[in-house]
């Protein structure tokens, strides 16, 4: 028997799926400038902007189930590293366009089967966030697709940089499929995503566009995991001094 309430899970749920939005989209903002092109400049920094989206419904909603006065501001800038539960993978710096595109795909899968499993939760906030999120992640896994079969499919350099980038970003991808406690309770719930089906998705819809890509996707040779439980690598507490730099000096300015 969990000793986790309904209402404590939702909002752990909940939280973990904003963290993962925001800090991957910073991420993505990090190309601003610097893509490899002008229109895939503004095609990522889209992409950037719809995980920014994603990540306020996510944390408005997380607020409301807490119910101690906090909003989205207070939970994406006001939580100090040890309070972040996103994935590990959502974290690494942007690396080359190799290695973003690599990182980007494997979250744009899951996302994409994951949502899709989520537009039948019996939390009809959560049901909703869903149903107009998938929308977004089908482009985003179309179009990342497409950039993992012309690099991968490309030349012997951007061929080997993409698995270079699938060795690198490999180590994190099973913190994905994880369960515990919190999933436990939503699943029994009706509420959340059973991750043993996302994965079944995952690995199916991975090599199916590998393949297409000249690539192949490895058994990673370890794992990282930690970050739901807040135990992250160094690189979030750079990204979240950068990010949260403006309203820690000027708590609560409003523009």
Request: glycine residues 8%; charged residues 30%; negative net charge.
């Amino acid at each position: 028997m969990s000793d986790l309430t309904q209402q404590e899970a939702l909002f752990t749920y909940t939280l973990r799926l904003a963290d993962n939005a925001l800090i991957l989209g910073h991420r993505l903002s990090e190309w601003c400038g610097h893509g490899p092109f002008l229109e895939e400049d503004i095609g990522v920094i889209n992409t950037a902007l719809d995980l920014l989206g994603r990540c306020r419904m996510l944390y408005s909603y997380a607020g409301e189930v807490e119910g101690k006065g906090r909003d989205e501001d207070d939970l994406a800038f006001h939580r100090d590293e040890r309070e972040f539960t996103n994935y590990l993978l959502m974290e690494q710096p942007k690396g080359d366009f190799a290695y973003t595109t690599i990182r980007q795909f494997y979250a744009d899968v899951w996302n994409l089967h994951f949502y899709t499993e989520l537009c039948n939760s019996k939390d009809e906030t959560l049901a909703a966030i869903a149903r107009k999120v998938v929308k977004e992640c089908r482009y985003h896994f179309r179009h990342n697709a497409e950039w993992v079969k012309r690099l991968g499919d490309g030349t012997e350099e951007s061929h080997q940089r993409m698995n270079d980038a699938i060795a690198e970003a490999s180590r994190f991808v099973n913190e994905m499929f994880e369960m515990d406690e919190v999933d436990q309770v939503m699943v029994d719930a009706g509420v959340g995503v059973d991750l043993n089906v996302v994965k079944e998705k995952w690995i199916a819809s991975v090599d199916q566009v590998f393949a297409d890509a000249t690539l192949q996707r490895p058994e990673p040779e370890y794992d990282r995991s930690g970050g739901r439980k807040g135990l992250h690598t160094e690189q979030l507490g750079f990204l979240l001094a950068e990010m949260q730099y403006v309203q820690r000096c000027h708590p609560g300015l409003q523009w």
